[in-house]
């Protein structure tokens, strides 16, 4: 069964550093066909695509946010760590964590599981 | 970045209608498009992959199609579990890009 979990603080204060971490299991990320991403959602707003882990350590940042984006990995405890600095009220949304997955005979890919994703507000 | 738009962005039908969703890319992006179903307070959910692959466990009344700059999701045979909104993906450069959603409401 594959599962991710989306963990962290709910509530942070403008200028703080959010850490995010997302908890999986039934995959491995030392798959060259899977790696996870991160996407968020303001409240009654669109999704946005933030960060992606893939091909073992390659990652992918979002150009408009990558000054402020880490992404980090323990294979050993099946989690990826997200991180963004210097938050302000409009970054609050929900974050989801989602496992990317190698389409089988096309050169594509999709985010087959999700996370229940984590409401996190920031206040000024 | 390759841009999204989808129409309409909200649609009232009713059980048993046919419903037609676009996508609309601002240069082509093959056929490397996804579809999402996301409830209210739910993850997105796959419905669609590479424009027209159904995911597995996806009811048949769902099909995709398209490539290049214009694609389409259709829902034959609303149901009223299907209520929802609706987005699209393309996964063909970076930064990957959504649409911004289609609502689809009971009439």
């Known amino acids: 069964q594959i599962t991710l979990e989306e963990s962290g603080p709910t509530l942070v204060k403008a200028t703080q550093t959010l850490t995010l971490t997302c908890s999986f299991s039934?995959?491995?990320?030392?798959?060259?066909?899977?790696?996870v991403g991160w996407i968020r959602q303001p409240p009654g707003k669109a999704l946005e695509w933030l960060a992606l882990?893939?091909?073992?350590?390659?990652?992918r940042y979002n150009p408009s946010l990558m000054s402020r984006l880490t992404l980090t990995k323990d294979t050993s405890k099946n989690q990826v760590v997200l991180t963004m600095t210097n938050m302000d009220p409009v970054d609050t949304a929900t974050y989801y964590c989602?496992?990317?997955?190698?389409?089988?005979?096309?050169?594509?890919?999709?985010?087959?599981?999700w996370g229940q994703g984590i409401l996190v507000t920031v206040s000024s | 970045d390759i841009q999204l738009t989808q129409s309409p962005s909200f649609l009232s039908a009713s059980v048993g209608d046919r419903v037609t969703i676009t996508c609309r890319a601002s240069r082509g992006i093959s056929s490397y498009l996804a579809w999402y179903q996301q409830k209210p307070g739910k993850a997105p959910k796959l419905l669609i992959y590479a424009a027209s692959t159904l995911q597995s466990g996806v009811p048949s009344r769902f099909s995709g199609s398209g490539s290049g700059t214009e694609f389409t999701l259709t829902i034959s045979n609303l149901q009223p579990e299907d209520f929802a909104t609706f987005y699209c993906?393309?996964?063909?450069?970076?930064?990957?890009?959504f649409g911004g959603g289609t609502k689809v409401e009971i009439k």
């Open positions: 039934g995959f491995s990320i030392s798959s060259s066909e899977v790696g």
């Open positions: 882990f893939y091909l073992h350590d390659d990652k």
């Open positions: 993906q393309q996964l063909n450069s970076y930064p990957l890009t």
């Open positions: 989602a496992r990317r997955r190698q389409a089988a005979g096309v050169s594509t890919y999709y985010f087959d599981y």
